[in-house]
């Protein structure tokens, strides 16, 4: 059975009947397209109509309750608009009202009803109704003076008007009906001013009679009911009321939801159904946390708290009489719009009691609020000062919302709204001048704007973690928490944020508690070949990410490199864009890049939404950032010296840093202590700087080296081939024998991007090739630099090496130049990659016959030893069956010499290939949010559940 629908076990009501009490606001009766489509909801429920219905349901009576005619203006907003012209004198304007109004009403009237007879009847009625408001403003007019009663009494009349225009449109569909109706169903219209009684003295918004509201009831029912022949279903007036003295009175905000809840308490109703224009009771608001969904069930305190928090679909007076009725009537949210979805049901559950995993159900903020802080020494252990200040409060009618105060009495914090800030400050200071005179109250601090973030649910009660969960998520986002309060209920915990930082917020606690995805805007910088397969890479996993980690990845920028003047961003980059650039977008955007004059190009549709935008680095970044997200990440995938030294600046800018530039860390001192300082600017909030594919590529050699060193082992040594390029020149100038059978040629290398279109096909890897054909080839598998002069000269292996001496913290007193000087090259003369001359080719060919004669192979190796504080990178003579002889050309080889291993550690593998090491970048960034986002499972515990094993 769907959450939406009424209790199964039956409920005698008023007349012992079963009656259902069903809502319909302003919305939903604004034109006449509108009351035909309540019209068709009230038959639905009937059974009256529908494909699915099985006939009339004889067990059921309706009451419906129906607000004024909504719209662009409100009827009732137009009402109240003639009795402040009138009291202005101004009878211009009261007269354009009273057109407006009629206009409104009498171009529903000629498209509900074809016969004049309904249509004139309702007609004169409204018309009479209007002469009856000018006789009222008339004495407005005279008095210039806005009486409360007055308002209240022409407020009222869009309801009398709406109510009778449903009530004879229904009776007209019955009578078209008739003959199929064995039903004979009665809609009769009921003024709730003949039966809701309120008594004004009792308190300020009225307090409703109830045994005097029975009273009336039941005599009203019985004169209609021995009117009519068949059943009897009543539609009503929202909204209006009578006070105790029988004049006409109001229920003030929500007046018609708190009808429907009066009514269904008065006929001990099965249920009560508030028809909107949402579909139900949301997480949050939607207009500010995209991903905010329908709550299929939340209990009466959670809706309370919901409400008092924001929320607009259901006031919390409206709840106060199906709860103090037994049993309990359950109140549902629907959509009139969506009458097939089942909305929201308001009972004595909640998801956050049947869902173990789901102890918060939703989150709701109040903006446009001040915190007011009182602090002194003077206040502390003092009895009587919290009295004194919250009685002069409320003597000056101030409302406090919040209220939070440190166990030291050193300070007491309150929140009210911003109008009322000053009123309060100077009720303060007028108070406590004696205390401020004398300095025992030190100061009355106001801050604004501010708002209120609440996290709402029943299931919270006695459960650990969630408030760690709450804070940690608001951390996490960069927000700072002003002020802090929770009930012993549990129910609610109330963080008091910068109304810059409210939406932020907001999105950062529900993606933390699982009720959304936590969005991640991605920029990358560099669209070579790794650049191109990270854009693929994360189209095609995009959605795979959102369901397994529950992040969603949004590409929102993308530059070709960081001297590029123009970039491709999201055309429609506003709040709430689930767009994401694509590879055929940014493939459209560089086709039309040159041709372009302007400074946007708009992409086909069916392509993505996306544009160029002018501007170079600075603008791409400051086009990433977005205030309303806690999650910023950068790919660096170039090799430009000029990009790896905005890392730093990107960092302290909280954007998260994924690269594998080793320009940053491979840089100078200066460079390297920048990045490392600015990882701590914010302390364990600050953004992270993910470098794990800056020496190896896809190979663990970074993350392996950290994981020995944060067990407690202690490395001695490190040594390896770290060059791609230089593995694959020198295992092809001089192979080890049976080199063929090392590393076969096949597909699955090429899926490694070891081939590219079919170069080594025909190459026997156990033949010997000159230097020139070896450099060619590695030049054609892109392998070398787009200059390869920088790999001959040991420009990139150098920087490698600077990386690993940080993370081994001997990188004090040496650069990357130093290692790139004291290194061997295999060819000392400046290179034409393009054109290898016969004199290079008979050195490197003496160098390696030289080793061959001993039965060596030459190979380049790197070490570091940790204990000299030595760093090398050296040409050296290796055995032919030693492993740095037999590792596959374009592959790396590392080996780490620790305390704890009496053999060496080996890490070896295929670096190379733009996709594994795209796929490594994307892995460094996934394990990032993990942490962020939380495991989905026992991160908050309950004590009835905290024995259970995982099923």
């Not at 009519?228 to 006409?248: E, F, P, Q, R």
């Not at 973030?453 to 928490?481: E, P, Q, T, Y």
């Not at 200066?670 to 909030?685: E, L, N």
């Not at 040629?745 to 033949?767: E, F, P, R, V």
């Amino acid at each position: 059975m769907s959450s939406a629908e009424p209790e199964p076990e039956e409920v005698v009501g008023f007349d012992n009947l079963e009656w259902e009490v069903h809502k319909f606001g302003g919305t939903s009766v604004q034109n006449a397209t509108c009351y035909e489509s309540v019209a068709t909801i009230i038959e639905e429920q009937l059974g009256l109509v529908g494909p699915e219905h099985d006939g009339p349901r004889p067990d059921i009576n309706l009451a419906v309750v129906v607000s004024a005619m909504g719209g662009k203006p409100k009827t009732t907003d137009l009402l109240l608009s003639t009795v402040e012209a009138a009291a202005n004198r101004d009878d211009e304007t009261v007269e354009s009202l009273f057109s407006s109004i009629t206009e409104k009403h009498l171009t529903c009237l000629e498209a509900l009803f074809s016969e004049d007879k309904t249509r004139d009847r309702l007609k004169r009625v409204i018309e009479s109704d209007l002469d009856d408001i000018r006789d009222i403003l008339k004495t407005v007019s005279l008095m210039k003076w806005q009486a409360s009663r007055i308002r209240e009494l022409i407020s009222g009349y869009g309801e009398i008007w709406s109510a009778q225009i449903l009530s004879a449109l229904l009776s007209l569909r019955a009578e078209e009906r008739a003959d199929n109706d064995v039903d004979r169903s009665n809609f009769l219209y009921l003024d709730a001013r003949r039966v809701i009684t309120v008594d004004e003295d009792a308190i300020e918004n009225g307090s409703v009679c109830w045994n005097l509201s029975s009273e009336k009831l039941e005599k009203v029912y019985s004169e209609d009911n021995a009117k009519i022949d068949g059943k009897l279903h009543y539609i009503i007036t929202g909204y209006v009321a009578s006070n105790t003295y029988g004049v006409s009175t109001t229920l003030q905000r929500d007046g018609s939801d708190y009808s429907a809840a009066i009514m269904g308490k008065l006929l001990q109703s099965r249920c009560v159904t508030i028809w909107t224009d949402v579909d139900g009771v949301l997480s949050a608001d939607p207009r500010r946390v995209p991903d905010a969904f329908v709550i299929p069930e939340v209990s009466y305190n959670e809706a309370m708290e919901l409400a008092y928090f924001g929320a607009k679909v259901i006031h919390p007076k409206t709840i106060q009489p199906v709860i103090s009725i037994s049993p309990n009537i359950p109140i549902y949210i629907r959509n009139t719009f969506y009458p097939s979805f089942p909305g929201t049901r308001i009972y004595t559950t909640s998801t956050s009691h049947t869902n173990e995993e789901r102890s918060v159900c939703g989150f709701s903020s109040i903006d446009n609020i001040v915190l007011i802080n009182v602090e002194g020494s003077g206040m502390i252990g003092v009895p009587g000062v919290a009295k004194r200040l919250f009685g002069t409060l409320e003597s000056v009618g101030v409302n406090v919302i919040l209220i939070s105060q440190a166990s030291s009495e050193h300070s007491i914090t309150f929140a009210t709204v911003q109008n009322q800030a000053q009123q309060a400050k100077e009720a303060i200071e007028e108070e406590f001048h004696r205390e401020l005179k004398a300095s025992r109250i030190s100061q009355i601090e106001v801050k604004s704007p501010c708002s209120i973030i609440a996290a709402v649910g029943d299931g919270m009660m006695m459960v650990a973690g969630v408030s760690g969960r709450f804070f940690s998520a608001l951390g996490d986002a960069k927000i700072n928490v002003l002020a802090i309060s929770q009930g012993c209920s549990e129910r609610n915990i109330s963080a008091v944020v910068s109304s810059l930082e409210s939406t932020r917020a907001l999105r950062a606690v529900h993606a933390a508690f699982r009720l959304s995805h936590a969005t991640v805007r991605l920029g990358i910088v560099g669209m070579n070949e790794l650049g191109n397969s990270l854009l693929t890479l994360l189209e095609n996993q995009r959605g795979k990410i959102r369901k397994k980690f529950e992040v969603d990845l949004q590409v929102c920028a993308v530059i070709e490199s960081g001297s590029t003047n123009k970039f491709v961003c999201l055309k429609n980059d506003n709040f709430g864009c689930s767009e994401s650039i694509t590879l055929p977008a940014y493939d459209m955007f560089a086709n039309g890049l040159e041709s372009s004059n302007s400074g946007t190009v708009t992409f086909d549709k069916e392509v993505e939404a996306a544009s160029v935008c002018t501007g170079g680095m600075n603008d791409f970044k400051e086009r990433l950032i977005s205030d309303d997200c806690a999650h910023h990440v950068i790919f660096d995938c170039t090799g430009e010296k000029e990009v790896g030294e905005l890392h730093a600046a990107w960092l302290e800018g909280n954007i998260n840093v994924v690269t594998a530039n080793n320009w940053g860390l491979g840089g100078p001192r200066r460079q390297r202590d920048s990045i490392t300082s600015a990882q701590k600017v914010r302390g364990k909030f600050s953004a992270e700087y993910l470098c794990g594919v800056t020496v190896g590529g896809a190979l663990p050699v970074i993350n392996t080296l950290r994981s020995l060193l944060n067990s407690g082992d202690k490395i001695h040594r490190m040594d390896g081939i770290i060059s791609v390029s230089m593995s694959y020149i020198l295992f092809r100038i001089s192979p080890p024998p049976d080199a063929d059978a090392t590393v076969p040629l096949t597909s699955q290398s090429a899926s490694q991007g070891l081939l590219k279109d079919n170069i080594l096909s025909s190459i026997n890897l156990g033949n010997a090739c000159s230097f020139a054909d070896a450099v060619r080839e590695a030049v054609a598998l892109g392998l070398m630099e787009d200059d390869p002069r920088k790999d001959f000269n040991n420009d990139y292996t150098s920087r490698c090496l600077m990386i690993l001496a940080k993370e081994l913290g001997i990188d004090q007193s040496i650069s990357p130049q130093d290692i790139q000087y004291a290194s061997d090259k295999l060819v000392e003369d400046d290179i034409d990659g393009n054109h290898i001359t016969e004199e290079i080719e008979n050195k490197v060919q003496a160098k390696v016959q030289m080793a061959r004669e001993k039965g060596f192979v030459l190979r380049q190796v790197a070490s570091i030893d940790v204990a000299q504080r030595q760093i090398k990178l050296k040409l050296v003579e290796v055995p032919e069956t030693h492993i740095f002889a037999v590792t596959p050309p374009s592959s790396e080889c590392v080996r780490f010499f620790t305390e704890s291993h009496s053999l060496p550690l080996i890490i070896q593998g295929p670096s190379a290939g733009a996709d594994s090491t795209a796929s490594a970048l994307l892995a460094e960034l996934l394990s990032h949010m993990r942490s962020k986002v939380g495991p989905r499972f026992n991160s908050i515990s309950r004590p009835n559940s905290m024995n259970k094993l995982p099923v």
